[in-house]
């Protein structure tokens, strides 16, 4: 019984090259690995800042919502008042006097986790006597 073993020899350079193919897929697969981190990370970041956008908008909108029942109303012209928010975080709605039909409007509210925001918008308001 003879047994047919064919051995071939491989060249030098063929024995270097050995396994190359695998480790350029694993630095493939580590940089792609990366680059999904990356966007995952972006996509957070985003939606925090859309959030903000949004707390933003409605704060000026609660604003300018005043701003026309005071001018509507005359009476309403007083003095410094504090009203809530119900459609922002621990939202609050300050109206003060400044002077003499000058008001100040400050919005405040806070996500949890985060420190205290604010908008500001100061206006003046004359009425014919």
Known sequence: MTKNKSTRKMPANQLSQKGAVLIEAMIAILIFSFGILAITGLQGVMMKNTADATYRAEAAYVVQQQLGEMLSSPIALGGN?????????????????????????????????????SYEAVTSIFTAR
């Open 81 to 117: 008042n504090v009203i809530p928010v119900a459609s922002l975080p621990s939202g609050q709605l300050t109206t003060r006097l400044l002077s003499e039909g000058r008001f100040q409007f400050v919005v405040t509210w806070q996500v949890p986790g985060e420190t205290q925001h």
